[in-house]
């Protein structure tokens, strides 16, 4: 198995992040051959600082090897240090279609009213998500619901680009899901997905917030006046409450039902100062190993730039099969 995955590096690492990805890229460094890059070229697709891009890359590098990515078992590195990305997209937008692309509910999201005034780069930017993953072979891509749709359409240009080139240049990449994902929600609003894009600091525990800061949040995390139940058909209607209990199962690996059979009948006056220990006890050697590697610029870099050359070696023979296929003389 061949994964192939990567994460945005603006903002901060927080719980979302890490309960519905990061746990279980930590455990597919065992399962097989581990790509995970920091997509600072879809960054661009729209306004970015780049002494901030640059400051939130490195960040993210150290949050990911702070959770557990380790550069040794998986390969880690930035988009932009393998340029065969960008390459790859170019030789890829021959294949793909506009209507494929006007069918992205993401441009769509992202662009809203101002479609016209929208880059080329986001417009264009799933055809660069299909490189990322094609330039590899990878057989197993990790996906949440809002990237579905981006795999299916990898896998159309996949098949399309074979088909008119007589070919087997890609693979067709299967979704990979995690056994532990879990889908967390906004601290503030149980219906929202926890981002880095709210507005709101407080929707949201960042993986490098102190013990005290995740305490003032989950204390005053949105909840309901009822008690807990004994089963989480109980939480129906109720998505903050859902949200906390699932949270606290996620970071203690049991079973939702098994945190309400402890809690069942007690109040989030019981339940939040637990909840807040837990968090705290799993964050905390996160966030103090994150602390000690965010300012290393030198010992951060190095890892990328060597996690860039693997994937570059990995990628160059599919890059060649792929100039080759469609008859250009590339001197690869």
């Given at each position: 198995m061949r994964v192939v995955s990567g994460i945005q590096p603006t903002g901060n690492l927080h719980l979302g992040n890490y309960l519905g990805a990061i746990v279980n890229w930590v455990k597919m460094q065992d399962e097989g051959e581990c790509l995970f890059f920091l997509a600072d070229l879809h960054a661009i697709s729209m306004p970015v600082d780049a002494a901030e891009l640059s400051a939130s890359t490195r960040e993210m590098a150290a949050a990911l090897i702070a959770s557990g990515i380790d550069p040794d078992r998986a390969i880690l590195f930035n988009q932009a240090r393998v340029p065969a990305h960008a390459e790859l997209q170019w030789l890829l937008s021959g294949t793909a279609r506009m209507g494929w692309l006007n069918r992205m509910t993401q441009f769509k999201d992202k662009s809203g009213k101002n479609r016209e005034?929208?880059?080329?780069?986001?417009?264009?930017?799933?055809?660069?998500?299909?490189?990322?993953?094609?330039?590899?072979?990878?057989?197993?891509?990790?996906?949440?619901?809002?990237?579905?749709?981006?795999?299916?359409?990898?896998?159309?240009?996949?098949?399309?680009?074979?088909?008119?080139?007589?070919?087997?240049t890609f693979t067709l990449p299967e979704p990979y899901i995690g056994k532990t994902a879990a889908r967390i929600m906004s601290l503030r609003d149980g219906s929202a997905k926890m981002s880095k894009s709210d507005p709101s600091d407080m929707s949201r525990i960042n993986l490098a917030d102190d013990a005290d800061a995740i305490a003032k949040k989950v204390r005053k995390a949105k909840t309901d006046p009822d008690p807990?139940?004994?089963?989480?058909?109980?939480?129906?209607?109720?998505?903050?409450?859902?949200?906390?209990?699932?949270?606290?199962?996620?970071?203690?690996?049991?079973?939702?039902?098994?945190?309400?059979?402890?809690?069942?009948?007690?109040?989030?006056?019981?339940?939040?100062?637990?909840?807040?220990?837990?968090?705290?006890?799993?964050?905390?050697?996160?966030?103090?190993?994150?602390?000690?590697?965010?300012?290393?610029?030198?010992?951060?870099?190095?890892?990328?730039?060597?996690?860039?050359?693997?994937?570059?070696?990995?990628?160059?023979?599919?890059?060649?099969?792929?100039?080759?296929?469609?008859?250009?003389?590339?001197?690869?």
């Open positions: 005034g929208a880059s080329i780069a986001l417009f264009a930017y799933p055809v660069l998500q299909a490189a990322d993953v094609l330039l590899y072979r990878a057989t197993h891509v990790p996906v949440g619901e809002d990237q579905k749709q981006h795999l299916e359409l990898a896998r159309d240009i996949a098949e399309k680009f074979n088909f008119d080139t007589g070919t087997e807990l139940p004994e089963t989480m058909d109980g939480l129906e209607g109720r998505p903050e409450a859902q949200n906390l209990v699932t949270i606290y199962a996620a970071l203690s690996n049991v079973a939702p039902d098994a945190v309400l059979n402890e809690f069942s009948g007690k109040g989030f006056g019981d339940f939040k100062p637990a909840l807040a220990d837990l968090t705290v006890s799993v964050l905390a050697p996160i966030s103090s190993r994150f602390k000690a590697l965010k300012d290393d610029h030198a010992a951060l870099d190095a890892i990328l730039e060597a996690g860039a050359e693997r994937a570059a070696t990995m990628g160059a023979p599919i890059l060649s099969d792929a100039y080759r296929a469609l008859g250009l003389l590339s001197g690869r």
